[in-house]
């Protein structure tokens, strides 16, 4: 089983609406994080989360939320969605352990595409 | 803020030779640099990494060397092989964050 899942993997869905995109991970990481990739952008950071209590604003938050529902999981939600949000978004998390060096395991990706 | 910037030039090489791969940062230097390695429809696999205070870090066929006098990392794949196709990342450890380069496809032909 992958360590990191994301669902949906893909979605398309129309402009104004509310979506949700999830994650969860087995690695037992306290720290995750959402990120966006556009072509020629790279990926850019929306939101992270270093512990279920702590919730940080990433490069690109804005029309963005998150949910750090337990240590295994964080939600993104797009509260009304835009065609400017259309992109592939990854979920990815690290293990504070290693202290500052901070690799990152990736899930597979949500491809979305507002309409 | 700072920029992770990569040749967005597609690298097209052939088999058996070596790949060099770029990543150049602005401002200021990074704790660490990252490589990933991205396939297509796929998240990012982690490769390597480098402090700041290292020259030059090895694992198998890939090397990558750190210099913060041109503010530059490379990235080598030596003998190289179609199966090392793919895009590749440079990521910078900036405090609890990292920030990404674009990427850089490398193309190897047999």
């Known amino acids: 089983d992958a360590d990191v899942t994301q669902t949906p993997r893909n979605r398309i869905t129309k402009t104004g609406k509310r979506i949700m995109l999830e994650c969860s991970q087995t690695?037992?990481?306290?720290?995750m994080y959402w990120y966006r990739q556009d072509p020629g952008l790279g990926l850019r950071l929306i939101y992270y989360?270093?512990?279920?209590?702590?919730?940080n604003k990433g490069e690109i938050s804005d029309g963005y939320s998150v949910s750090r529902q337990a240590q295994a999981k964080f939600s993104l939600s797009l509260e009304s969605a835009i065609p400017n949000q259309t992109a592939l978004y990854f979920c990815a998390t690290s293990d504070f352990s290693g202290g500052l060096y901070n690799e990152q395991f990736f899930g597979p990706g949500t491809r979305l595409t507002v309409l | 803020s700072q920029k992770i910037e990569q040749n967005s030039e597609a690298l097209n090489i052939q088999e058996g030779k070596t790949a060099t791969l770029t990543c150049n940062y602005t401002?200021?230097?990074?704790?660490?640099l990252q490589w990933y390695r991205q396939d297509p429809g796929r998240g990012p696999v982690f490769l390597l990494l480098i402090r700041e205070n290292e020259k030059e870090k090895r694992k198998e066929r890939l090397k990558v060397t750190f210099d913060t006098t041109l503010k530059q990392s490379l990235f080598h794949i030596t003998a190289s092989q179609p199966a090392d196709s793919a895009t590749y990342l440079c990521a910078g450890t900036y405090g609890n964050k990292l920030v990404f380069g674009a990427g850089t496809i490398l193309r190897v032909k047999s």
């Open positions: 401002n200021y230097s990074p704790a660490y």
């Open positions: 989360s270093f512990d279920v209590k702590d919730i």
């Open positions: 690695k037992g990481h306290d720290r």
